[in-house]
């Protein structure tokens, strides 16, 4: 009888992890084809971004080349005063070109996470140094609807070496097609900072996707920027040359 209740005790507790094991997978899984849905193999787009304040508010205009998780290259299109402002990221490393001052600044890890142009959105966020999928464990919180729509709640936890800002973010993504709608990221403190909310969802060739991205300051009222996506092409080739430190500052 001991012996029974013994094999029995493991095989719970094997059943058990292996139904741990098989939910943190899923819900990597989630968050990969979710990433990989807005990204694709490569991207290029032109985007507009209105950063609000209570007493202002200021747009600009940009346009966007990426190829997986480790080239992205920016251009700003406006205003006049910050046009031909360009950014390259390969892989860890990114450049920032100024034709004011006709110099390249490489811009050091530690300034990743600080403020893209003013806007609520960091570096990190517009060329994505971080990864969703290598840096965080995952965990499927729940499902729940949201803006009438089932949705995974899935749980990023930094890992103990990632050079990650955030202690812990929550995302909603769409069960049907993997369409993130909203993201929350917290603080170390447990204290909500700041809330991405996606919506708008477009056609862009074959591609359905959010067009709005609207990231709102949690903890300073009528402070928020809007990014929108006015045109996108997915999977198409980007010329290697794109992707180079001599494009930074190449005359257009």
Same mark, same amino acid.
């Given at each position: 009888m ?14 058990? #992890?292996?139904?741990?094991s098989q ?19 490569t991207?290029?787009?032109? =985007? ?12 600009? $205009?940009?346009?966007f ?9 920016i251009?700003m299109? $406006?205003? $006049?005063?910050?046009?031909?402002? #360009? ?15 006709? *110099?390249? @600044?490489? @811009? ?8 893209w142009?003013?806007s609520d ?14 840096? =965080? ?23 103990p ?5 955030? &202690?812990?973010?929550?995302?909603w993504?769409?069960? #049907? ?8 990221? =917290? ?7 700041r ?8 056609t862009?060739?074959? *591609? ?8 709102l ?14 045109d996108?092409?997915? &999977? $198409?080739p ?5 992707? #180079?430190?001599?494009?930074?500052r190449?005359?257009?």
């Open positions: 001991l012996a029974t209740l013994r094999l029995m005790t493991t095989a719970l507790l094997v059943l058990t #992890t292996a139904n741990s939910a943190q997978e899923n819900a990597m899984k989630i968050i990969q084809k979710s990433d990989e849905l807005m990204r694709g193999k991207l290029a787009g032109k =985007y507009t971004m209105t950063i609000i304040r209570p007493d202002w508010q200021r747009s600009m $205009a940009f346009q080349w990426s190829e997986g998780t480790e080239k992205s290259f251009q299109l $406006a205003p $006049a005063r910050d046009k031909n402002v #360009t950014f390259l990221k390969i892989k860890r490393e990114m450049w920032n070109y100024i034709p004011k001052i006709n *110099r390249v @600044i490489k @811009i050091p890890p530690s300034m990743m996470l600080q403020s142009m003013g959105f960091t570096n990190d966020d517009l060329v994505k140094e971080s990864s969703i999928i290598e840096d =965080y464990d995952h965990k499927l919180l729940r499902k729940e609807q949201y803006e009438g729509a089932a949705t995974y709640v899935v749980e990023l936890k930094p890992k070496d990632a050079a990650v800002v955030w &202690d812990k973010v929550v995302e993504i769409r069960v #049907t097609d993997y369409i993130p709608l909203k993201a929350e990221y =917290y603080n170390e403190r447990g204290e909500r900072i809330t991405m909310v996606f919506s708008d969802i477009t862009f060739g074959k *591609r359905v996707i959010p067009a709005r991205f609207e990231m300051e949690d903890k300073k009222p009528g402070r928020k920027t809007v990014m929108l996506l006015e996108a092409v997915f &999977d $198409a980007i010329k290697k040359s794109v992707f #180079t430190k001599q494009n930074l190449k005359s257009r």
